[in-house]
């Protein structure tokens, strides 16, 4: 809070010994220190914030200008001892595949169909349009948990066909902005 100088000076120094004034100047000078500091610090988080903010607008930018071109979309979850799901989206031409597989720890079993249950996508450009409203290009690559030793984790797979390195997106008992909605796409019931 700030305060005038001649309310500070009839409160802080009106009436005050030379020893007083002399320990309130060096509590000010020390305090003008510490505040620099901050400043500085501060500053620097600031400079800091907006490199990772235009950093992060320009992956979202090029994400989104690659969805046209994604080949395959594969979607992993589950847990150690729950085994997990693998969820997988084909694209070829205008046609779009679907599969699932659930791995435990010695058994595999594998069904492949057209579309997922419960889910309509009928082509590649409606299953991209969905896609593109999960704002994936905004997430961050990892999301990770320490805290929890047992759990769910996941993992999101894309290809493209424009010769573009493939992504991953993974996470360990943490998960990004709209998780429940790339679980509805990929035909995942929930999480484990």
Known sequence: MMISSDFFYQKEITGKSVEQI??????LENEIRSLEIQLTCKREYLDRAKHELAAAKQRAIEFDNNIDFISKLQFCEGGFFGGHKEYTYTIS?????WSECFREMRRINTMDTRLPPNYSPKNKKELLDIFRTIHIGEWEHRYDDPDINDGTQWKLIIEYSNGRKPEEYYGSNAFPPNYDELQKLMGSCSIF
């Open 22 to 27: 002399e320990k309130l100047i060096y509590e």
């Open 93 to 97: 031409g205008d046609q779009i595949y």
